[in-house]
Nanobody, 122 residues
């Protein structure tokens, strides 16, 4: 059974840091691109980052220089290190998997996690 499970969300003050984890099971992580998405209350889900199986990583402009995506294929886990957090980063964060980052840009991911809440207070 394919599963993605996020963890690491929480409440943090503006300027703080969090590291999200996304543990995959039921498929081999290194064969997939992994996208991170977030959804703020009342807003559409937006893409935050996509890491291809080949090692390339894309970030949305609003998080460049603050967020870093990484993966540990041996643990079948991906991470999103979030530094210098801002209140506008608040939302539910999801990880998702697809064969390529092209699917990320088309919002056509194959597998989704259940999400983890990130709240940044001002």
């Amino acid at each position: 059974q394919v599963q993605l499970v996020e963890s690491g969300g929480g409440l943090v003050q503006s300027g703080g840091s969090l590291r999200l984890s996304c543990a995959a099971s039921g498929f081999t992580l290194d064969e997939y691109a992994i996208g991170w998405f977030r959804q703020a209350p009342g807003k559409e889900r937006e893409g935050v980052s996509c890491s291809s199986s080949g090692g390339s990583t894309y970030y949305v402009d609003s998080v460049k220089g603050r967020f870093t995506a990484s993966r540990d294929n041996a643990k079948n886990t991906v991470y999103l290190q979030m530094n210098s957090l801002k209140p506008e980063d608040t939302g539910v964060y999801y990880c998702a998997a697809a064969r390529t980052c092209s699917n990320y840009f088309r919002r056509r991911m194959e597998y989704w996690g259940q999400g983890t809440q990130v709240t940044v207070s001002s």
